[in-house]
């Protein structure tokens, strides 16, 4: 579901990076039309945010789609599956550590991390509670959870 990886990046530039809001969005969900306005994204990804991403693609030896998201304070992203999406490397930007939250067959797990490798094929949800929490995201969409992790621990 979840393998934290220990990788260095300037999260000083990527956050500030995240923080310029010129770009950001509410999120429009593209099966129902739903417009999420405490769920902001930002599609246009440069400077180093696009250069991290760059590095990825290779290290995973995988094209990745980068975007910034800004879940607002209190705002719960309620239970749901990524759509085309097979799993995502997350950076957690914010210095609150509010935990994803997936549905397992025994009941539900909250995992926290800063920087990991996430299987959003599987159901899962977070709560904002505490402050806004700002993500840089990678999504993946040709392989598995199994194989990113497996390429990233052979690296």
Same mark, same amino acid.
Request: aromatic share 16%; net charge negative.
């Given at each position: 579901?979840?393998? +934290?990886?220990?990788? @260095?990046?300037?999260?000083?530039? !990527?956050?500030? @990076?995240?923080e310029e809001m010129r770009g950001y969005e509410p999120f429009v969900d593209p099966k129902t039309g739903t417009v999420i306005d405490k769920w902001l994204i930002k599609? @246009?990804?440069?400077?180093?945010a696009r250069w991290l991403s760059?590095?990825?693609e290779?290290?995973?030896d995988t094209e990745v789609k980068p975007r910034?998201?800004?879940? +607002?304070?209190?705002?719960? !992203?309620?239970?749901h599956r990524d759509r085309g999406?097979?799993?995502?490397?997350?950076?957690? !930007?914010?210095t609150s550590r509010d935990p994803i939250r997936f549905k397992t067959e025994w009941g539900v797990n909250s995992y926290h991390y800063t920087t990991?490798?996430?299987?959003v094929s599987r159901e899962h949800e977070v709560r904002a509670s505490r402050q806004d929490r700002y993500l840089f995201k990678l999504s993946i969409f040709d392989k598995s959870y199994e194989e990113v992790v497996d390429k990233y621990n052979a690296v």
């Open positions: 579901m979840i393998h +934290e990886i220990d990788y @260095e990046y300037d999260t000083r530039a !990527l956050r500030l @990076e995240a599609r @246009e990804v440069t400077g180093y760059s590095t990825f290779t290290l995973l910034f998201y800004i879940q +607002e304070k209190g705002f719960t !992203l309620p239970f999406t097979t799993c995502a490397v997350n950076f957690i !930007l914010s990991a490798i996430v299987d």
